[in-house]
């Protein structure tokens, strides 16, 4: 019996070894044997499109990138996997585009350069005596210029040929190579002009800091200050100051200024 267990233990050594050996040489072909054919999977429709798609963006995309910032671009890799990547790409090349737009419309309307985007159309920019009172150190036509944006009164029918004016006033930058980006002052309130501002804080040291390498613009939002139409309300004021004056309990007042209100809401609405 001892001979017989000695003998199969031989045999189960000897076909392990086989085994063993089997594998090994396997494991060599998966992992790149030089002289093995390679087999390469046959990709599905889906996975066809996808990467042609991601070929076509990588196309596209250098001509976007000549003009502004380089584009990395994802490798593609045979597979259903390639359809990411695609998406990837096509956004990477509109965005280029759309920040090439972006920098030349900022240079324009920087640079005060008269076209088509600013001097025709909605919007538009009509230059024009400035509505604005200067402080002392500000000179018309010098440091600052005075005009109107001209806007749509609604934006959803901006074909209408109903309009708004903002009054705007432009600071010119003092620095020799200024930025093509100017800096915009959006006033708020709501409902408050920028007259207070144009005379009490764009000047001296302010502006001096502010317009040193950039153009410094306030205007006046729609209904407010000098744009046109005015949408200021007399009545309210008015009635603020006799509610004031009677020493009214606040639901007095209240019903004195709700009022007002009404009666300047149908003095504009008169006025269309």
């Not at 040489?25 to 992992?31: K, P, R, T, V």
């Not at 004056?245 to 007042?253: D, H, L, N, P, S």
Request: charged letters at 15%; proline letters at 7%; glycine letters at 8%.
């Amino acid at each position: 019996m001892n001979n017989r267990l000695q003998v199969g233990s031989g045999r189960g050594r000897i076909l392990a070894g086989l085994v063993l050996a089997l594998m090994l040489s396997l494991m060599l072909a998966a992992c790149g044997d030089p002289t093995a054919t390679p087999v390469i999977p046959t990709a599905t429709t889906g996975a066809t499109t996808s990467a042609a798609t991601t070929a076509a963006a990588t196309t596209a995309a250098p001509a976007n990138a000549a003009t502004s910032t380089p584009v990395t671009l994802p490798s593609v890799t045979p597979g259903a996997a390639t359809t990411a990547p695609a998406r990837t790409t096509t956004v990477a090349a509109t965005t280029v585009a759309a920040t090439t737009a972006a920098a030349s419309t900022s240079t324009a309307v920087a640079s005060g350069a008269k076209g088509p985007e600013l001097t025709q159309g909605l919007p538009r920019f009509e230059e024009a005596k400035c509505p604005f009172k200067l402080p002392a150190d500000q000179k018309e036509g010098q440091t600052a210029r005075c005009g109107y944006v001209v806007v749509p009164e609604q934006h959803s029918q901006a074909n209408n040929g109903k309009t708004l004016k903002l009054a705007t006033i432009i600071y010119k930058a003092l620095g020799n190579s200024p930025a093509p980006e100017p800096i915009v002052f959006l006033q708020g309130g709501p409902g408050g002009g920028s007259q207070d501002f144009v005379t009490g804080f764009i000047t001296g040291a302010t502006y001096r800091r502010y317009a040193a390498n950039n153009e410094v613009i306030l205007f006046d939002q729609r209904g407010t200050g000098y744009s046109q139409p005015t949408l200021t309300c007399a009545e309210l004021k008015d009635a603020q100051i006799e509610a004031y004056t009677r020493q009214m309990t606040q639901e007095q007042e209240d019903k004195f200024t709700t009022d007002a209100l009404f009666k300047c809401r149908d003095r504009l609405a008169s006025q269309n």
